[in-house]
């Protein structure tokens, strides 16, 4: 970096001291993200995985076995459903009728997970939230930043 650029940079910090604070900005990496909004969102997709499983359990299904029957190319695609994502429309439709349950509903239930305001305007339900209290725990959980 050039003598001027550098110069200009330092201008601009000290012109702007309190902008570290007023924009959050980490030294790497992502921005940082309210604890509460993530805490949120890690715990709806827990609650929706659970869900899944609980399903595909009630249908005496292995993960394998779903997969076959939903046109899920691995067990482990139809895992990380149940982990970390939300499934798309197409395994929707697939998963359904094998767990007992309609495409609407089912496709209901990832809604309300994932997104509970929409669903709430959609069909005026609650969508799931998770409680303070559990919220709470999560962020006490991890504050080491591990979320």
Do not use: W
């Not at 201008?11 to 702007?16: G, K, P, Q, T």
């Not at 595909?56 to 482990?76: C, E, F, K």
């Not at 509903?105 to 339900?125: M, Y």
């Amino acid at each position: 970096m050039t003598a001027s650029k550098n110069a200009a940079i330092v201008d601009c910090v000290s012109a702007n001291p309190t902008a570290d604070q007023d924009y959050r900005v980490q030294a790497r990496g992502r921005p940082e993200r309210d604890p509460v909004e993530t805490a949120r969102r890690i715990l709806r997709r827990k609650h929706f995985g659970n869900r899944m499983r609980e399903l595909r359990n009630g249908a005496s299904l292995t993960l394998a076995q779903a997969a076959n029957l939903a046109g899920v190319t691995s067990p482990r695609k139809l895992s990380q459903y149940e982990t970390t994502c939300y499934p798309p429309g197409e395994v929707i439709v697939g998963l359904a009728p094998h767990y007992g349950v309609s495409e609407k509903d089912l496709a209901g239930l990832v809604l309300a997970h994932s997104d509970p305001d929409l669903f709430k305007a959609l069909t005026g339900n609650a969508g799931y939230e998770p409680s303070r209290a559990d919220i709470a725990a999560f962020i006490n959980a991890n504050a080491d930043g591990s979320a």
